[in-house]
Protein backbone atom coordinates (compact mmCIF):
# COMPACT_ATOMS: atom_id res chain seq x y z
CA UNK A 1 0.00 0.00 0.00
CA UNK A 2 1.65 3.21 -0.70
CA UNK A 3 2.29 5.83 1.69
CA UNK A 4 0.47 9.01 1.88
CA UNK A 5 1.79 12.09 3.48
CA UNK A 6 -0.21 14.01 6.29
CA UNK A 7 -1.23 16.88 4.40
CA UNK A 8 -2.76 14.71 1.67
CA UNK A 9 -4.70 12.44 4.04
CA UNK A 10 -6.12 16.09 5.99
CA UNK A 11 -7.34 17.01 2.71
CA UNK A 12 -9.08 13.41 2.09
CA UNK A 13 -10.48 13.59 5.03
CA UNK A 14 -11.60 17.79 4.47
CA UNK A 15 -13.62 16.39 1.55
CA UNK A 16 -15.13 13.70 3.06
CA UNK A 17 -16.72 15.95 5.62
CA UNK A 18 -17.66 18.49 3.28
CA UNK A 19 -19.76 15.73 1.19
CA UNK A 20 -21.05 14.13 4.97
CA UNK A 21 -21.82 17.75 6.00
CA UNK A 22 -23.68 18.67 2.12
CA UNK A 23 -25.39 15.28 2.42
CA UNK A 24 -26.86 15.59 6.41
CA UNK A 25 -27.65 19.69 5.12
CA UNK A 26 -29.65 18.38 2.32
CA UNK A 27 -31.42 14.98 4.46
CA UNK A 28 -32.92 17.90 6.83
CA UNK A 29 -34.50 19.53 3.97
CA UNK A 30 -38.19 18.44 4.17
CA UNK A 31 -40.27 16.59 1.32
CA UNK A 32 -42.35 19.72 1.13
CA UNK A 33 -39.61 21.79 0.30
CA UNK A 34 -37.85 19.68 -2.60
CA UNK A 35 -41.46 19.06 -4.06
CA UNK A 36 -41.93 22.76 -4.18
CA UNK A 37 -38.43 23.45 -5.46
CA UNK A 38 -39.19 20.86 -8.58
CA UNK A 39 -42.42 22.18 -9.20
CA UNK A 40 -40.87 25.70 -9.37
CA UNK A 41 -38.29 24.06 -11.43
CA UNK A 42 -40.86 22.44 -14.06
CA UNK A 43 -42.76 25.43 -13.84
CA UNK A 44 -39.85 27.84 -15.22
CA UNK A 45 -39.10 25.03 -17.64
CA UNK A 46 -42.25 25.26 -18.86
CA UNK A 47 -42.32 28.56 -19.09
CA UNK A 48 -39.66 29.11 -20.80
CA UNK A 49 -40.76 26.74 -23.49
CA UNK A 50 -44.48 28.04 -23.91
CA UNK A 51 -42.11 32.03 -24.76
CA UNK A 52 -40.07 29.82 -26.76
CA UNK A 53 -42.88 28.84 -28.60
CA UNK A 54 -45.02 31.55 -29.07
CA UNK A 55 -42.18 33.60 -30.30
CA UNK A 56 -42.34 31.04 -32.67
CA UNK A 57 -45.60 31.19 -33.49
CA UNK A 58 -45.62 34.98 -33.53
CA UNK A 59 -42.66 35.07 -36.19
CA UNK A 60 -44.41 32.33 -38.03
CA UNK A 61 -47.77 34.41 -38.34
CA UNK A 62 -45.62 37.46 -38.99
CA UNK A 63 -44.06 35.75 -42.13
CA UNK A 64 -47.23 34.43 -43.41
CA UNK A 65 -48.60 38.19 -42.97
CA UNK A 66 -45.60 39.40 -44.87
CA UNK A 67 -45.98 37.10 -47.76
CA UNK A 68 -49.72 37.82 -47.69
CA UNK A 69 -49.46 41.36 -47.94
CA UNK A 70 -46.87 40.96 -50.64
CA UNK A 71 -49.03 39.34 -52.41
CA UNK A 72 -51.55 41.22 -52.59
CA UNK A 73 -50.01 44.63 -53.23
CA UNK A 74 -48.39 42.37 -56.27
CA UNK A 75 -51.91 41.72 -57.41
CA UNK A 76 -52.58 45.50 -56.88
CA UNK A 77 -49.87 46.21 -59.59
CA UNK A 78 -50.60 43.91 -61.66
CA UNK A 79 -53.94 45.16 -61.92
CA UNK A 80 -53.04 48.68 -62.58
CA UNK A 81 -50.70 47.72 -64.99
CA UNK A 82 -53.16 45.57 -66.73
CA UNK A 83 -55.83 48.76 -66.37
CA UNK A 84 -52.85 50.86 -68.32
CA UNK A 85 -52.17 48.39 -70.53
CA UNK A 86 -55.64 48.48 -72.04
CA UNK A 87 -55.82 52.16 -71.88
CA UNK A 88 -52.72 53.10 -73.58
CA UNK A 89 -52.86 50.04 -76.20
CA UNK A 90 -56.39 51.12 -77.20
CA UNK A 91 -55.59 54.67 -77.50
CA UNK A 92 -52.62 53.20 -79.92
CA UNK A 93 -54.78 51.37 -81.72
CA UNK A 94 -57.40 53.82 -82.58
CA UNK A 95 -54.85 56.54 -83.24
CA UNK A 96 -54.00 54.36 -86.02
CA UNK A 97 -57.22 53.08 -87.23
CA UNK A 98 -58.44 56.83 -87.40
CA UNK A 99 -54.84 58.13 -88.94
CA UNK A 100 -56.16 55.66 -91.91
CA UNK A 101 -59.56 55.97 -92.53
CA UNK A 102 -59.04 59.44 -94.78
CA UNK A 103 -56.94 57.86 -96.98
CA UNK A 104 -59.51 55.20 -97.65
CA UNK A 105 -61.84 58.59 -98.32
CA UNK A 106 -59.08 59.69 -100.86
CA UNK A 107 -58.74 56.23 -102.65
CA UNK A 108 -62.79 56.38 -103.18
CA UNK A 109 -62.46 59.97 -104.70
CA UNK A 110 -64.66 61.58 -102.04
CA UNK A 111 -61.45 64.02 -101.08
CA UNK A 112 -58.07 65.10 -101.70
CA UNK A 113 -54.89 63.53 -100.57
CA UNK A 114 -54.11 67.17 -98.52
CA UNK A 115 -57.77 67.17 -97.33
CA UNK A 116 -56.71 63.30 -95.73
CA UNK A 117 -53.39 65.34 -94.39
CA UNK A 118 -55.47 67.88 -92.64
CA UNK A 119 -57.73 65.48 -91.13
CA UNK A 120 -55.14 62.77 -89.74
CA UNK A 121 -53.86 66.34 -88.02
CA UNK A 122 -57.20 67.29 -86.44
CA UNK A 123 -57.67 63.69 -84.93
CA UNK A 124 -55.59 64.38 -81.57
CA UNK A 125 -55.60 61.32 -79.03
CA UNK A 126 -52.47 60.90 -76.50
CA UNK A 127 -51.02 58.03 -76.65
CA UNK A 128 -47.91 56.60 -75.60
CA UNK A 129 -46.84 53.65 -78.14
CA UNK A 130 -43.28 53.28 -76.06
CA UNK A 131 -45.63 52.89 -73.05
CA UNK A 132 -47.56 50.30 -74.02
CA UNK A 133 -44.30 48.20 -75.27
CA UNK A 134 -42.64 48.75 -71.45
CA UNK A 135 -45.61 47.51 -69.55
CA UNK A 136 -45.81 44.16 -71.87
CA UNK A 137 -41.99 43.59 -71.75
CA UNK A 138 -41.72 44.27 -67.99
CA UNK A 139 -45.30 42.78 -66.79
CA UNK A 140 -47.12 40.44 -69.75
CA UNK A 141 -44.76 39.38 -71.90
CA UNK A 142 -47.15 36.62 -72.90
CA UNK A 143 -49.08 39.71 -75.04
CA UNK A 144 -45.80 40.59 -77.20
CA UNK A 145 -46.89 37.76 -79.53
CA UNK A 146 -50.24 39.27 -80.26
CA UNK A 147 -49.27 42.79 -80.28
CA UNK A 148 -46.87 41.74 -83.15
CA UNK A 149 -49.88 40.80 -85.33
CA UNK A 150 -51.42 44.32 -84.82
CA UNK A 151 -47.87 45.64 -85.48
CA UNK A 152 -47.57 43.87 -88.55
CA UNK A 153 -51.71 44.61 -89.83
CA UNK A 154 -50.05 48.44 -89.13
CA UNK A 155 -47.09 47.75 -91.42
CA UNK A 156 -49.10 46.25 -94.22
CA UNK A 157 -51.76 49.53 -94.31
CA UNK A 158 -48.37 51.78 -94.25
CA UNK A 159 -47.43 50.13 -96.77
CA UNK A 160 -50.10 50.14 -99.00
CA UNK A 161 -50.87 53.69 -97.89
CA UNK A 162 -47.47 55.05 -98.86
CA UNK A 163 -47.40 52.96 -102.36
CA UNK A 164 -51.07 54.82 -103.20
CA UNK A 165 -49.44 58.17 -102.05
CA UNK A 166 -46.58 57.87 -104.68
CA UNK A 167 -48.69 57.29 -107.13
CA UNK A 168 -50.87 60.08 -106.49
CA UNK A 169 -47.72 62.47 -106.13
CA UNK A 170 -47.45 61.86 -109.47
CA UNK A 171 -50.09 63.02 -110.53
CA UNK A 172 -52.66 60.05 -110.63
CA UNK A 173 -55.38 60.01 -108.10
CA UNK A 174 -57.23 56.48 -109.20
CA UNK A 175 -57.54 54.85 -105.69
CA UNK A 176 -59.37 51.89 -107.34
CA UNK A 177 -56.66 48.79 -107.90
CA UNK A 178 -55.06 50.28 -104.06
CA UNK A 179 -58.52 50.45 -102.63
CA UNK A 180 -59.36 46.61 -101.61
CA UNK A 181 -55.69 46.14 -100.72
CA UNK A 182 -56.62 48.68 -98.22
CA UNK A 183 -59.77 48.14 -97.37
CA UNK A 184 -58.47 44.18 -96.52
CA UNK A 185 -55.57 45.54 -94.73
CA UNK A 186 -57.66 47.87 -92.30
CA UNK A 187 -60.25 44.76 -91.55
CA UNK A 188 -57.10 42.75 -90.78
CA UNK A 189 -56.18 45.82 -88.38
CA UNK A 190 -59.39 45.35 -86.85
CA UNK A 191 -59.33 41.58 -86.18
CA UNK A 192 -54.97 42.05 -84.75
CA UNK A 193 -56.62 44.98 -82.16
CA UNK A 194 -59.91 42.90 -81.59
CA UNK A 195 -57.56 39.58 -80.90
CA UNK A 196 -55.20 41.75 -78.71
CA UNK A 197 -57.76 43.49 -76.57
CA UNK A 198 -59.02 39.36 -75.76
CA UNK A 199 -55.86 38.41 -74.57
CA UNK A 200 -55.33 41.44 -72.31
CA UNK A 201 -58.95 40.52 -70.84
CA UNK A 202 -58.11 36.80 -70.35
CA UNK A 203 -55.11 37.68 -68.62
CA UNK A 204 -56.92 40.05 -66.60
CA UNK A 205 -59.81 37.40 -65.40
CA UNK A 206 -56.74 34.67 -64.48
CA UNK A 207 -54.72 37.52 -62.63
Known sequence: MPHMSAPVIGKLCTKESLVESVIEILGKIPATAWVALIVALLTSLL???GVRYTNKGNNE???????????VKREELI???????????TKYMDKMTIHFLPYRRVMK?????NQA???TLESKIDYDPIRVKMIM????PALNA???EVEKSLDRASKIQHGFKLQYKQGNPDGEKWLPLFQESLEDLAESTSAFKKHVAQIAKST
Open 47 to 49: TLL
Open 61 to 71: RLKIQLEHDQK
Open 79 to 89: RTRLEELYVES
Open 109 to 113: GEITY
Open 117 to 119: LDL
Open 137 to 140: DMYF
Open 146 to 148: TFK
